[in-house]
């Protein structure tokens, strides 16, 4: 008995393959990969170079990874095949459409990080859709800018139509002549297609984490798709590190800002400037770039800290890293988790109870990102959105919001009207894809049109313009100034991509009072408002895991979360473990050099490195997770 069930189910599985259904999923692998490719080609530029044979392997990995991908968006085409194979073969355009659609998710999904990929070098998860809704995303530019592509991709739509597998056997689950066939085969059926969508019979189900496994961490996003990993990702807000450190001698200072008797005594007004994709390589002060003349000449009167890290490569992770001290360590923005109600004050609640007022100026959408309310939410009192600009008709770019120059001097002349002292911070926006600049500025700029460096170009004028403004107010003298990027964007070479260049973002303390220093220390957004409140001697206490450079007891580090890893960045070195506490990189890597250098997991530095790693996860997720902060 049992070989005759043996029997039927081979000769069940041998019939699949003169079906449509086993066409159509041989033409949906085919699909996928050549996407792959098209990913591969386009960001070649920036992967770690694994050799030829490494780069093979990865791409035929990826078809393995393709399964569940191919098991969940195709399960309606799949579903209607075999429930109803008659009309399945009576209305072919119907079958058509069912095999249409999920192709049309897979390569669009595909071909949005074909191009994205270039600017957070990763693959995008389910925070995508958290951006395309952001009432403050204008997307009509990336569509403009790409007709090209999009040509292509509706000529791909309808080859896809047109060559769909559908003159083929269709294949009946039921049949009353072979009951026995039949009552194998719809279990059989069933148990498949769950295999598939577990992507085989481990533990969990394959995701894209799992590539790490494979492949290294850094050529893994050539391994899995972005609809793999967005349905890696949905709806995991809140996935930490689970691993409780043991005995790690790491001491809470070693973590946790200094405590003091929280006193505001200076009462110097305080203004942090965070400029749009301001990464060190367009810089000429730490990477000899020609873009920020301003900057290059501003920072040779500024403490200048050498080695600042981005907890993040969006804006929206911007606002809690700096204003509270959180990096984001989790799948999903910590402004979009479920934790974004969490009771922890932020940078200008503490500034406001000791008397400051405190604002926050960014000219786009009033909801974007979700900044004015998580913000107001959190103790800020004035939010300036582009509802509260005058002139927005007049001086809106078209894209985003109010170009920097107008909004600048906008930011200036509001600074006149507050109580002071005041903590106040301006985010800019015109280094923004499509990265258009003003006409008057075309032969200003000569560098090349519609970079990224060119906006930078122009928000550096931006900012001249603002000093020299600013210089002729009364509250000039009293007022320190922070600028920093929130994030990185495009570039040129592959170490701009890597665990720690990708990251890179200056840190400058101005104040025609203070000595100019240079700081070689590593630190991260998350210490910059510690940082500046002891250079301005306002004793605070603020929650949060920043701490401030100049405490001696800091050994300055940055943290971030990327493709499933949780990295810790001590220039030049480079540590990363898994969820399971598993250490995954630990390398050390010189500026603008285009390869790590492997270093073997023992040792003072790296045993240090882990300790300190382990137990911030820790914290953080325990914090967070019962909303308690010390």
Not at 118 to 133: D, P, Q, S, V, W
Request: glycine share 6%.
């Amino acid at each position: 008995m049992i070989t005759f069930v043996i029997l039927i189910i081979f000769n069940f599985i041998k019939s699949l393959w003169k079906t449509n259904i086993a066409k159509q999923i041989a033409f949906a692998f085919l699909l996928l990969f050549l996407s792959r490719l098209v990913w591969f080609f386009v960001n070649f530029y920036w992967l770690p170079d694994v050799g030829t044979l490494g780069y093979i392997k990865s791409i035929l990995l990826g078809i393995y990874f393709d399964i569940p991908v191919i098991a969940y968006l195709f399960a309606p085409l799949f579903l209607w095949q075999f429930v109803l194979p008659s009309l399945s073969i009576k209305y072919p355009s119907i079958t058509k459409i069912l095999f249409l659609l999920p192709s049309a998710i897979c390569l669009i999904l595909n071909g949005i990080d074909t191009g994205f990929s270039k600017i957070n070098g990763k693959r995008t998860g389910y925070e995508l859709f958290a951006m395309i809704t952001d009432e403050g995303n204008n997307i009509a530019p990336y569509l403009s800018e790409n007709i090209l592509s999009l040509t292509v991709l509706f000529i791909s739509f309808y080859l896809i139509y047109k060559f769909t597998p559908t003159k083929f056997k269709a294949i009946y689950l039921w049949n009353k002549n072979h009951i026995l066939r039949s009552v194998i085969a719809i279990p059989l059926v069933l148990v498949i297609w769950i295999i598939a969508g577990r992507g085989g019979l481990q533990l969990r189900p394959l995701r894209s984490i799992d590539a790490c496994n494979y492949v290294e961490a850094e050529i893994s996003p050539l391994v899995y798709s972005t609809p793999l990993h967005i349905l890696s990702t949905w709806k995991k807000s809140g996935k930490f590190y689970e691993q409780k450190p043991c005995a790690l001698n790491v001491a809470e200072a070693d973590i946790y800002q200094k405590k003091f008797d929280s006193q505001a005594v200076a009462k110097k007004n305080l203004v942090v400037i965070v400029v749009e994709s301001l990464a060190r390589d367009y810089t000429g002060f730490l990477n000899n770039a020609p873009f920020t003349p301003f900057l290059d000449s501003l920072s040779k009167s500024c403490i200048n800290f050498t080695h600042c890290f981005a907890n993040g490569t969006k804006s929206i992770d911007m606002v809690p890293a700096i204003f509270m001290g959180l990096p984001n360590l989790m799948d999903e923005p910590y402004i979009l988790s479920t934790y974004n109600t969490n009771k922890i004050d932020n940078a200008f609640k503490k500034y406001s109870d000791f008397g400051y007022s405190t604002s926050f100026f960014h000219g786009s959408n009033n909801g974007t990102m979700g900044f004015k309310a998580f913000l107001m939410q959190t103790g800020l009192q004035h939010y300036f959105g582009i509802d509260e600009y005058p002139n927005k008709d007049k001086d809106y770019d078209g894209n985003w919001g109010i170009w920097d120059e107008a909004y600048l001097q906008y930011y200036a002349n509001c600074i006149d009207t507050f109580r002071q002292p005041f903590f106040s911070s301006v985010f800019t926006l015109s280094s923004h894809h499509p990265y258009e600049i003003p006409q008057k500025y075309e032969a200003q700029l000569p560098f090349s049109k519609r970079t990224i460096q060119r906006s930078i170009g122009y928000t550096d004028i931006c900012l001249r313009k603002f000093f020299e403004t600013a210089r002729k107010k009364d509250w000039f003298k009293n007022t320190v100034f922070v600028i920093t990027g929130d994030h990185t964007s495009h570039g040129v070479f592959e170490y701009f991509y890597s665990a720690s260049g990708h990251y890179e973002v200056p840190f400058l303390i101005y104040n025609s009072g203070l000595p100019a220093v240079a700081n070689h220390k590593s630190v991260s957004q998350c210490d910059i408002i510690p940082t500046v409140s002891n250079v301005i001697d306002n004793k605070i206490n603020l929650e949060g895991l920043g701490r401030n450079a100049a405490d001696s007891s800091y050994s300055g580090y940055s943290m971030h979360y990327d493709n499933g890893l949780f990295y810790m960045v001590q220039y030049p070195f480079v540590l990363a473990v898994d969820a399971n506490g598993k250490t995954s990189v630990y390398h050390k890597q010189f500026r603008n050099a285009p390869k790590p250098i492997k270093l073997p997991q023992s040792g003072a530095q790296y045993n240090s490195m882990r300790n300190i790693l382990t137990k911030y996860l820790f914290v953080y997720s325990e914090n967070i997770k019962n909303n308690h902060w010390h």
